[in-house]
């Protein structure tokens, strides 16, 4: 049997042979892993969120980890607005949509109409009071933005919340297939290591070549001892 002892210089070679191989190994399975995890959320994306849900993510995103490192920055938001007369001051007050009160527009054959420059196209839902409805471009506060998007947007979801199911699945695949890998590459060494994988000539005496000609995997070579060469 092989000498697997790491102070022997045939120990740091297997070591760092079994290390190249590992590398592979993580660089593989990651990119199974993120593969998988990004195709789902682009299921997500399409047939997961709501319409306003979908146009607001990239910006969701934005707020989210900018709002994390400050509380002062601002950023530029596009907005789905509708404004109203308020009865106390009879001055129009703008109102932040939501996708309870719009849905989208769609075309002849039934799919969502979109704009060049905004994404979807929307229309209020019946019954919604306006005397304008547009989309309104200004500068916010990340801090103020983030709590409004979370809340009546997103149910209460953060924005690593609606990744962590793709990334625990993508963590799953990675996890494990490297696992099974590992374990597999780890007994094929260790019957290489015995012997019992051929790789290239071996010397082997008659008594040992008898006790493990059963267990090779090989090409089958007869051979003869000498007694049986002297009958």
């Known amino acids: 049997m092989a000498h697997t002892n790491v102070f022997t210089e045939e120990g740091m070679t297997r070591l760092r042979n079994f290390k190249r191989r590992t590398a592979g190994y993580v660089a593989a399975w990651l990119m199974c892993g993120v593969v998988v995890a990004v195709a789902l959320f682009w299921v997500q994306m399409k047939y997961g969120l709501q319409p306003l849900e979908r146009t607001y993510l990239k910006q969701y995103a934005r707020c989210?980890?900018?709002?994390?490192?400050?509380?002062?920055?601002?950023?530029?938001?596009?907005?789905?607005?509708?404004?109203?007369?308020?009865?106390?001051?009879?001055k129009d007050t703008f109102v932040r949509l939501t996708d309870a009160e719009v849905e989208p527009v769609l075309d002849a054959r039934g799919k969502i109409v979109r704009d060049p420059k905004l994404g979807l196209k929307f229309?209020?839902?019946?019954?919604?009071?306006?005397k304008y409805f547009y989309w309104q471009m200004g500068r916010t506060r990340d801090a103020e933005m983030y709590?409004?998007?979370?809340?009546?947007?997103?149910?209460?979801?953060?924005?690593?919340?609606?990744?962590?199911?793709?990334?625990?699945?993508?963590?799953?695949i990675f996890f494990s297939g490297l696992g099974v890998t590992i374990i597999r590459d780890r007994r094929a060494n260790k019957q290489y290591e015995q012997g019992r994988a051929i790789r290239g000539t071996r010397e082997l005496a008659p008594q040992q070549y008898e006790r493990e000609q059963d267990a090779a995997t090989g090409l089958g070579i007869v051979v003869y001892n000498s007694k049986e060469r002297a009958a």
């Not at 709590?147 to 793709?166: E, H, Q, V």
Request: proline letters at 7%; one cysteine or more; charged letters at 15%.
């Open 64 to 90: 989210s980890l900018r709002a994390s490192v400050s509380k002062r920055s601002q950023s530029t938001y596009i907005l789905l607005v509708r404004s109203i007369t308020h009865p106390a001051t009879k």
């Open 123 to 130: 229309m209020l839902k019946p019954g919604i009071a306006h």
């Open 147 to 172: 709590p409004w998007m979370r809340t009546s947007i997103y149910d209460g979801k953060s924005f690593g919340g609606l990744c962590a199911p793709m990334l625990m699945v993508g963590g799953v």
